[in-house]
Each structure stands twice: as structure tokens, then as C-alpha cells.
């Protein structure tokens, strides 16, 4: 559910600075390793230079502005233990050890950066913090981004909050194959203005008015913008891109 990305690499702190983009939607019914990013700016041209003299140009500068912040932990016994029984039981197809919690900068629908948690496979913490950095430099807003356990691992609850999340040891409904959330290999992003439907029905059922997708929100997922195309550039393929179902909340690694 490669395209390159110019960022510089620095060290420092998010500030509470608005995203480049329009309005924002109404609500609706271990080892760690950190990277802080901030775009590169665009070049401008210069007036060609007369005569024989010449005037060095100042150097370009990075904007002012919040950095992308993420980091990468193993987890802790205490976030093992919370859970256990509730979004992973023995028996799930990966292991406690194969995940890792990725903490990542999001801008929200109040304009504002804040922090997010989400639970995901070892193997996609790259793509993922790269995918959700490109999010970050478009200023795409993400209502919220807790783990599923935050929710009692229920996914309807965590639908509909809103809630972006990742990893959650459950079938795909009515089948007894695991979704790729069980994998930790899939995010569901801004659920309830990105609802599953299948049959005309909505899922959540309370984002039916969603099933419109002519609505306009920059919380809205769409083929070619800027959320299809962070995902694009890391190879996960988009729910909203299915046939037999449109699932606009979902990115995963193999298309599941």
C-alpha cells in the first residue's frame, strides 16, 4: 500500500510553525536511532552578470521552520506487556521482536506538529519513515497517530477516532487470513475521511458520507497526490487503487 527526496540532514528541535498547505478539515462524527529532516530550499535565479566584475552570491539557506523528527526503538518490556492479550496474543505470524515502535512527526488538523506512535514490521521502519517525512514536507494532515492498543485493540474504535495506526494481530474480516496489519506491513491513515467500501456499504459505518469521494478535504487520500505518492515512492500500494473493494485508508508493502 522511488521516487527521491531532497532533505537535509539536521539536529535540532519541532516548533509549532503552520504546514504549506490550505485549510484543514472539521472533526468529524532496545536500541534507538533518531533522524530530524528538513526539506532543502529551491534555487532562484540570478540576473546575468555585466562586465568584468563579479559579486559572490550569498549562500542558500534552509528555511526556518519545524523539522520532521523520527526515531526507531525496539519495545520495551513495558509496551511487550501492554500488548499482550490486547493487539498481539501467541499464535500472531510475527513475533514480539520482529516489531519495532516508530515515533514520527505529523501535522494535525489544528496546524500544529505533533507526535506520533505507530507499531510496525522491523523491515518497513525505512520506508515508512521516509513515506511519512515526504507527508511532512507536504503538509498533509493526520488527525492522529496512536498504536491500536491505545484503543483496546479494537480496530472500529480506532476508526472511528480517526486514528492512524499500523500493527494489529487481526484477520481480515469474515476470512480466516491475516490482514497485513497482523504482519506489522500496513498503515490505515485518517480513517474515517478514508473509509473502506465494499458493496456500497462504508466501514466504518459512521464515514458513509465519505463514501463521496468528491468531497473536498486535505484529509483525503486520492490517486496521484501527495499521500498516493509517498507511498508510491517506497513501493506500498494504496487500498483506494483495488478493484474488487476501495479500502482509502490503506497502504501496504505487498498490496494486500
Given at each position: 500500500?522511488?521516487?527521491?527526496?531532497?532533505?537535509?540532514?539536521?539536529?535540532?528541535?519541532?516548533?509549532?510553525?503552520k504546514?504549506?498547505?490550505?485549510?484543514?478539515?472539521?472533526?468529524?462524527?532496545?536500541?534507538?536511532?533518531?533522524?530530524?529532516?528538513r526539506?532543502?530550499?529551491?534555487?532562484?535565479?540570478?540576473?546575468?552578470?555585466?562586465?568584468?566584475s563579479?559579486?559572490?552570491s550569498?549562500p542558500?539557506?534552509?528555511?526556518?521552520?519545524?523539522?520532521?523528527?523520527?526515531?526507531?526503538?525496539?519495545?520495551?518490556?513495558?509496551?511487550?506487556?501492554?500488548?499482550?492479550?490486547?493487539?498481539?496474543?501467541?499464535?500472531?505470524?510475527?513475533?514480539?521482536?520482529?516489531?519495532?515502535?516508530?515515533?514520527?512527526?505529523?501535522?494535525?488538523?489544528?496546524?500544529?506538529?505533533?507526535?506520533?506512535?505507530?507499531?510496525?514490521?522491523?523491515?518497513?521502519?525505512?520506508p515508512?519513515?521516509?513515506?511519512f517525512?515526504?507527508?511532512?514536507?507536504?503538509?498533509?494532515?493526520?488527525?492522529?497517530?496512536?498504536?491500536?492498543?491505545?484503543?483496546?485493540?479494537?480496530?472500529?474504535?480506532?476508526?472511528?477516532?480517526?486514528?492512524?495506526?499500523?500493527?494489529?494481530?487481526?484477520?481480515?474480516?469474515?476470512?480466516?487470513?491475516?490482514?497485513?496489519?497482523?504482519?506489522?506491513?500496513?498503515?490505515?491513515?485518517?480513517?474515517?475521511?478514508?473509509?473502506?467500501?465494499?458493496?456500497?456499504?462504508?466501514?466504518?459505518?459512521?464515514?458513509?458520507?465519505?463514501?463521496?469521494?468528491?468531497?473536498?478535504?486535505?484529509?483525503?487520500?486520492?490517486?496521484?497526490?501527495?499521500?498516493?505518492r509517498?507511498?508510491?515512492?517506497?513501493?506500498?500500494?494504496?487500498?483506494?487503487?483495488?478493484?474488487?473493494?476501495?479500502?482509502?485508508?490503506?497502504?501496504?508493502?505487498?498490496?494486500?
Amino acid at each position: 500500500m522511488i521516487a527521491a527526496v531532497a532533505v537535509g540532514v539536521l539536529a535540532a528541535g519541532c516548533g509549532g510553525a503552520k504546514p504549506p498547505a490550505s485549510g484543514v478539515p472539521q472533526p468529524s462524527p532496545g536500541s534507538t536511532s533518531a533522524s530530524s529532516v528538513r526539506p532543502l530550499p529551491t534555487a532562484t535565479n540570478t540576473a546575468p552578470e555585466t562586465g568584468a566584475s563579479r559579486t559572490a552570491s550569498a549562500p542558500v539557506t534552509a528555511p526556518a521552520g519545524p523539522l520532521f523528527q523520527a526515531s526507531t526503538s525496539a519495545l520495551t518490556t513495558a509496551m511487550r506487556n501492554r500488548m499482550t492479550g490486547v493487539s498481539w496474543h501467541p499464535g500472531c505470524p510475527v513475533g514480539l521482536g520482529e516489531l519495532r515502535l516508530l515515533r514520527l512527526s505529523y501535522w494535525g488538523f489544528d496546524h500544529a506538529v505533533h507526535q506520533g506512535e505507530l507499531i510496525v514490521n522491523t523491515s518497513a521502519t525505512a520506508p515508512l519513515t521516509r513515506a511519512f517525512a515526504l507527508l511532512f514536507q507536504a503538509g498533509f494532515p493526520i488527525r492522529q497517530m496512536q498504536v491500536v492498543d491505545d484503543f483496546g485493540g479494537d480496530d472500529e474504535r480506532s476508526m472511528l477516532a480517526d486514528n492512524t495506526s499500523a500493527f494489529n494481530c487481526r484477520l481480515v474480516p469474515g476470512t480466516s487470513v491475516w490482514a497485513q496489519h497482523a504482519y506489522g506491513l500496513a498503515v490505515d491513515i485518517n480513517p474515517f475521511e478514508n473509509p473502506e467500501i465494499q458493496g456500497g456499504q462504508a466501514d466504518p459505518p459512521a464515514a458513509a458520507a465519505w463514501a463521496d469521494r468528491s468531497r473536498s478535504s486535505p484529509a483525503m487520500i486520492r490517486a496521484g497526490d501527495a499521500a498516493w505518492r509517498a507511498f508510491r515512492a517506497i513501493g506500498w500500494i494504496w487500498g483506494g487503487d483495488w478493484r474488487s473493494l476501495k479500502d482509502y485508508m490503506h497502504f501496504s508493502a505487498n498490496g494486500l
